[in-house]
C-alpha cells in the first residue's frame, strides 16, 4: 500500500508540473542549483573550464524496499565470489582461454595474469553490481524483483555522484510542498564515504606492511587516467577527496617516462613511492598504446595495491556472468544453498554463442528478437545489439571463432515509472523510465586473496533512469539520467 502511496504521488507532480510550464521551468532551476551547490556536475564538452549539471530526474524513483534489502544483502557475498573466481587460474583460463585467441586485448591481460605471483599481493576491488526492477509475469499478481544485469570490477563510476542527488531532490519536492523523502526510510552507509574507506584501508594497509621509514615522504595514491577529455571529473575528485590520502593523477604516457621499481618491488613515479594504483582507465582496447601494456605489467607486478588488480578485471568479463549462472559453479565458492538460491533468483538466462548448448536459445532469439541482447564480452554498457541487429550479427558470428565474443542474454521486463528527465541544453521531457539500480562493494584482501581484510557493502544505491525504448545509458552520453530512492 506504501509504494501505491508513493507512486501516486510521483504521478501526481510530474501531472502537475505538466500542466504548468511556469512551475515546471521553476522546479527545474530550483534542482539544477541545488544538484550544483552539491558538486553534481560533468565537465562541458565543448568548453573545457566549464562545468554543467548532470543529467538528472526532477523526481526520484519509488523502488520497494523489500526487493532493494534483498539486492544489498547480496553484495557482501558478490565481493566474495568475484574474488574468489579472480583467484581460481584454472577457472579463468578454462572461460577465458577460447577468448582470449581471438580478442587480443583479453591475450593482454591475460599475458600479464600469467606472470603475477599473487601470494605476494594485496588488492582491493570497487565494485558495482548492476540490477534493473523486473516485473515477474508468472507470478500471482505480478510480483518485482531485482534482476542482474552485470557486475562491474573496473572504472566503477558515479559513486560520488550518485550520493549527492537525494539532498537535491528533497530540496525540489519541499519547494513543490510534498516531503515524499522524508518519509522514506533512511539508508545508511553512502557509497562515497564506503569507497573512499576502502582506498584508504588500502593505502593504510601499504604503509603498514611495507613502508619502513617513517620519516620519509608520505606515499601517494596514483590515479591512472586516460589522454582523452574526462567528463565526469567531479565524480572521480569526489572520490580521491574521500580516501584523504596524497594522489597523483596522471595517464600511462605519463607514467612510463619516470616509473620505476625498486628492488624491494616498490613502485616510484617522480621519485614518489606509489602505495596504491587506482585505475580510472584501461578497460577498453583503445586506452591502450604498445608501451602502456609495459607500464601495466610494471605497476601489477609491483607491491602497490591495485584497484583492480588484473585478476579483478578478468573477472568482470561477460563470459565470467554467464558462466557464474549455473548452480554448480557457485557451489564451488558459496558454501551456502540458500544464499546460491537467492543469488540464482536474480540472475537471467545466458548463453555463450559458441557453445552446443545454445542453439536452441539462439534459434528462438532469431525467431523473437525482442527478447533478447546480444552482448559483447568486455565488461561495461554500450554496443549491444537489440532486435534486427541482433539477427544479424548472430548470423554473421554463428560457426565462426568469433561467436565465443558475445553472450546472448534474456532481455529484463522493466517496471516503468513516469518522470521528467532533466539534460543540459534540452528542454525537460516527460517520459515513461527505465531505472537500472547500482548496488556498491568493497573488498581488500592479501595473500591471494586468501585473507579478507575489508567486505563492505554501500546501503545507498545509484539509480539511473532512462527514457523506455533508449538502449544506451551513459550518464555522461545524456543517455540516462541520476535520480535518487523513495524506498517504500
Known amino acids: 500500500m506504501a509504494g501505491k502511496v508513493a507512486q501516486d504521488e510521483v504521478q501526481s507532480l510530474v501531472e502537475r508540473v505538466g500542466l504548468n510550464p511556469g512551475l515546471l521551468e521553476e522546479s527545474v532551476e530550483v534542482l539544477r542549483d541545488a544538484a550544483a551547490s552539491l558538486g553534481v556536475l560533468l565537465r562541458h564538452p565543448v568548453h573545457k573550464d566549464t562545468l554543467k549539471v548532470a543529467p538528472l530526474t526532477l523526481f526520484p524513483t519509488v523502488v520497494p524496499q523489500e526487493a532493494l534489502n534483498e539486492i544489498v544483502f547480496l553484495q557482501p557475498t558478490i565481493n566474495h565470489l568475484m574474488n574468489k573466481v579472480a583467484h581460481d587460474r584454472s577457472f579463468l583460463s578454462l572461460s577465458l582461454g577460447g577468448?582470449?585467441?581471438?580478442?587480443?586485448?583479453?591475450?593482454?591481460?591475460?599475458?600479464?595474469?600469467?606472470q603475477i605471483d599473487f601470494s605476494t599481493q594485496c588488492e582491493l576491488g570497487l565494485i558495482r553490481s548492476d540490477y534493473i526492477l523486473a516485473q515477474n509475469l508468472s507470478a500471482n499478481g505480478g510480483s518485482v524483483s531485482f534482476q542482474q544485469v552485470e557486475v562491474n570490477m573496473v572504472c566503477v563510476g558515479l559513486a560520488a555522484l550518485g550520493a549527492k542527488i537525494a539532498p537535491a531532490h528533497k530540496h525540489a519536492l519541499q519547494f513543490l510542498g510534498s516531503n515524499l523523502l522524508e518519509r522514506s526510510p533512511s539508508i545508511t552507509g553512502d557509497t562515497l564515504s564506503v569507497y573512499g574507506e576502502g582506498l584508504r584501508a588500502a593505502y593504510d594497509l601499504y604503509c603498514l606492511e611495507f613502508v619502513r621509514d617513517v620519516g620519509k615522504r608520505a606515499p601517494v595514491m596514483l590515479v591512472v587516467i586516460h589522454d582523452a577529455f574526462e567528463f565526469n571529473i567531479m565524480d572521480q575528485r569526489f572520490v580521491e577527496m574521500a580516501a584523504g590520502v596524497p594522489s597523483l593523477r596522471r595517464t600511462f604516457r605519463q607514467i612510463a617516462e619516470t616509473a620505476r621499481v625498486d628492488a624491494g618491488g616498490c613502485l616510484?613515479?617522480?621519485?614518489?613511492?606509489?602505495?596504491?594504483?587506482y585505475y580510472r582507465t584501461g578497460y577498453s582496447p583503445n586506452q591502450y598504446k604498445d608501451r602502456d601494456w609495459e607500464m601495466r605489467l610494471l605497476m601489477e607486478q609491483s607491491k602497490a595495491i591495485k584497484s583492480p588488480s588484473v585478476a579483478h578485471q578478468l573477472a568482470g568479463f561477460k563470459k565470467i556472468q554467464q558462466v557464474l549462472c549455473r548452480t554448480d559453479v557457485l557451489a564451488r565458492y558459496i558454501p551456502d544453498q540458500s544464499v546460491i538460491s537467492r543469488l540464482l533468483n536474480t540472475f537471467v538466462g545466458q548463453w555463450d554463442l559458441s557453445e552446443k548448448n545454445a542453439d536452441e536459445h539462439i534459434e528462438a532469439a532469431l525467431r523473437e528478437?525482442?527478447?533478447?541482447?546480444?552482448?559483447?564480452?568486455?565488461?561495461?554498457?554500450?554496443n549491444n545489439f537489440y532486435g534486427h541487429d541482433l539477427v544479424r550479427q548472430i548470423k554473421q558470428v554463428r560457426g565462426t571463432a568469433n561467436a565465443q565474443e558475445f553472450i546472448l542474454m534474456e532481455l529484463i521486463r522493466p517496471v516503468m515509472q513516469e518522470n521528467v528527465l532533466i539534460r543540459a541544453e534540452m528542454p525537460p521531457e516527460r517520459v515513461q523510465t527505465i531505472s537500472e539500480v547500482g548496488v556498491f562493494g568493497v573488498i581488500l584482501t592479501r595473500n591471494g586473496g586468501e585473507e579478507v581484510l575489508l567486505n563492505r557493502t554501500a546501503g545507498e544505491v545509484l539509480i539511473r533512469s532512462k527514457a523506455d525504448g533508449v538502449r544506451e545509458g551513459g550518464v555522461s552520453s545524456g543517455h540516462s539520467c541520476i535520480s535518487s530512492v523513495v524506498a517504500v
Not at 269 to 277: G, I, L
Open 268 to 277: 616510484y613515479v617522480e621519485d614518489r613511492e606509489v602505495a596504491v594504483v
Open 99 to 114: 577468448i582470449a585467441g581471438v580478442d587480443p586485448f583479453i591475450q593482454n591481460l591475460f599475458d600479464i595474469y600469467r
Open 369 to 382: 528478437p525482442e527478447r533478447y541482447v546480444l552482448k559483447p564480452n568486455r565488461e561495461g554498457g554500450g
